[in-house]
């Protein structure tokens, strides 16, 4: 069985930083794209950044500049680096992998962490 757990979520004030980190565990033999995505109160999910498994990096509008993607590929660990928070960055932020293969060959899609809240105070 393939599990994402994240962790980094909190409380931080306006113009502050947080860390947030999603492992990838279980019978894995690759992971292929991972991503996060979030969801304000009363909004739909929405994608914040993905990577890839050659380090392309994708981020939405809203967070260029301020939020950092990363991965290590040997611990199947992903990470956000948010700088520079803002109010509206207030929302559970998702873990997602688009498809692992685990150690038995076995092709399983869409998967996503728990969540971990973020919330910025002004």
């Known amino acids: 069985q393939v599990q994402l757990v994240e962790s980094g979520g909190g409380l931080v004030q306006t113009g502050g930083s947080l860390r947030l980190s999603c492992a990838a565990s279980?019978?894995?033999?690759?992971?292929?794209?991972m991503g996060w995505y979030r969801q304000a109160p009363g909004q739909e999910r929405e994608l914040v950044a993905r990577?890839?498994?050659?380090?392309?990096?994708t981020y939405a509008d809203s967070v260029k500049g301020r939020f950092t993607i990363s991965r290590d590929y040997i611990k199947n660990t992903m990470y956000l680096q948010m700088n520079s928070l803002r109010a509206e960055d207030t929302a559970v932020y998702y873990c997602?992998?688009?498809?692992?293969?685990?150690?038995?060959?076995?092709?399983?899609?869409?998967?996503w962490g728990q969540g971990t809240l973020v919330t910025v105070s002004s």
């Open positions: 997602n992998v688009d498809s692992v293969v685990t150690m038995e060959w076995a092709n399983v899609l869409e998967l």
């Open positions: 990577i890839n498994t050659v380090g392309q990096r």
């Open positions: 279980g019978s894995i033999r690759s992971v292929n794209v």
